[in-house]
């Protein structure tokens, strides 16, 4: 339960600023005036658009409308959504308020989430939303703020970044998938269904549509998705992809076989027009509006250029007459070398008073933007408040991706000099390890063993989290 605040008080103590309205600027602005800490957020559209923006809203979704498994207790990401929950997070309910059905994965109607969370924060009474684009480093008068521009931070900031860091700012691609009407899609080749049939929260197992492919059909796709004309980006040759949002294309390029074993994996999934033959690949689709009038093709993002989009694209048995909302694209996301230049709790250890938050610290993925947002929330408002907040245990989701951004990554012994760090999403291999609880009489083996330690460590996690966050332990609560 949020601690009670008096707002009268509240207004005399001096204002945090935030600089940035995505997923992590949003999260960190709820968190601060939660904790009765009064919040200038500065946006800056409508006054300057981005390459990958649609609105003016606050949290807008400019990729997938998922936040991955809901699942918390062997999934790491569903882990991340409990945790998040735990604290309080509006993303998550915001996120939560509005859900559409994607299997075990948490999907969100993209304008309804927007529209809630800008609700929430235009009416707390300790947020002032500043509509304007900062574009240099705060200045010293700000004496407390969080940077969470993400992805697609103005040049002019990333430049005053760089300049004050002195260091470059990486980047790497990031690409959009396309969206399709979804009566548009012929339903008597394509058939709803979650993989293995998984229900999750809003679902029914029924949740994806697929488009089957046989062997011919595949080999020809590939080919067309490796002719393709693509766009160029000259100034930006050589800058990495980011392994979890490859173009399509790209993951052709790596192999004939690479798509029958990544997004377009035929395993879990019986056609329902004809049970007896077995899709060679099959194309799933996933709801993305709350009308379920919209529909993403999942995995496939894209910089194929927008004619050839949808030449290859039609080529997908149960899309030959897709009528597409909005095609595919890409954009360039930067990221700071943090675990050098910020300290544990995301200060630039250069101007103390100066946090990051989101996707330009090395996270990646909605969720984990968001978490790293709550986080710099939580610690800029206990820094303002002068109480001691200790960083979150290691064994937790937010300990674990905390400690990845901050220094967790390896260094490379033979390059010495060279800069390792990359984006990551929340997993398993960044937590501490822990044995498998021993089942009476039976050795546990292969994926029940592994589900047996990821259980393991998520107790464990819930358990610390809520000692963290100053919560009873949950048999208590619920007592």
Known sequence: MARAVDYLAAMSTQPV????????????SWQLAEAG?????????????????????????VCSNSFRSDDAETNAVG???????????????????????????????????????????????????????????????????????????????????????????????????????????????AWFQSRYDKVGPGGTGKDYIN???????YLAFVEALIDGGKTEFKEW????????????????????????HGPM?????????????????VVQLRQDNALGTLYNMVGFQTKLKYAEQTRIFKMIPGLENAEFARLGGLHRNTYLNSPTLLDG?????SRPGLRFAGQITGCEGYVESAAIGLLAGRFAAAERLGRPLPLPPVTTAFGALLN????????????????????????????????????????????????????????????????????????????
């Open 79 to 189: 882990l991340l959504h409990a945790e998040m929950r735990l604290a309080n997070s509006l993303i998550m309910s915001c996120g939560d308020a509005n859900q559409v059905p994607a299997g075990g994965a948490l999907a969100v109607d993209r304008d309804g989430f927007s529209d809630a969370v800008t609700a929430k924060l235009e009416a707390h009474p300790l947020v002032t939303i500043v509509r304007e684009e900062v574009e240099g480093l705060p200045p010293a008068e700000w004496d407390k703020t969080i940077i969470a521009t993400g992805p697609l931070t103005a040049p002019s900031l990333a430049a005053a970044i760089a300049e004050a860091t002195g260091a470059d700012a990486l980047a790497f691609f990031d690409a959009i998938a396309p969206i399709v009407h979804f009566d548009s899609i012929d339903l008597d080749t």
């Open 37 to 61: 800490v009064p919040v200038i957020l500065h946006e800056m559209r409508p006054v300057r658009g981005t390459d990958a923006h649609k609105t003016q809203g606050l949290a807008e979704l």
């Open 237 to 260: 040759e050589g800058t990495p992809y980011f392994d979890g949002c490859l173009p399509i294309e790209i993951m052709a390029e790596r192999g004939v076989e690479t798509l029958r």
């Open 265 to 281: 994996k035929p395993m879990g999934l019986t056609n329902a027009h004809n049970p007896e033959v077995k899709a060679y690949a």
């Open 211 to 217: 488009c089957p492919m046989d062997k011919d059909q």
């Open 345 to 349: 709790s995301l200060q630039l250890k």
């Open 404 to 479: 990845h951004i901050t220094g967790g990554h390896i260094v490379s012994d033979e390059e010495p000099g060279k800069r390792s760090f990359q984006p990551m999403n929340v997993n398993f291999g960044l937590f501490p390890q822990i044995e498998a609880p021993k089942s009476e009489g039976k050795r546990l083996r292969g994926k029940e063993k592994t589900n047996a330690r990821r259980r393991a460590i998520t107790a464990r996690a819930l358990v610390d989290a809520r000692e963290w966050l100053g919560i009873a332990p949950a048999r208590e609560a619920a007592e």
């Open 17 to 28: 600023h935030v600089v940035g309205g995505g997923l992590a600027g949003s999260e960190a």
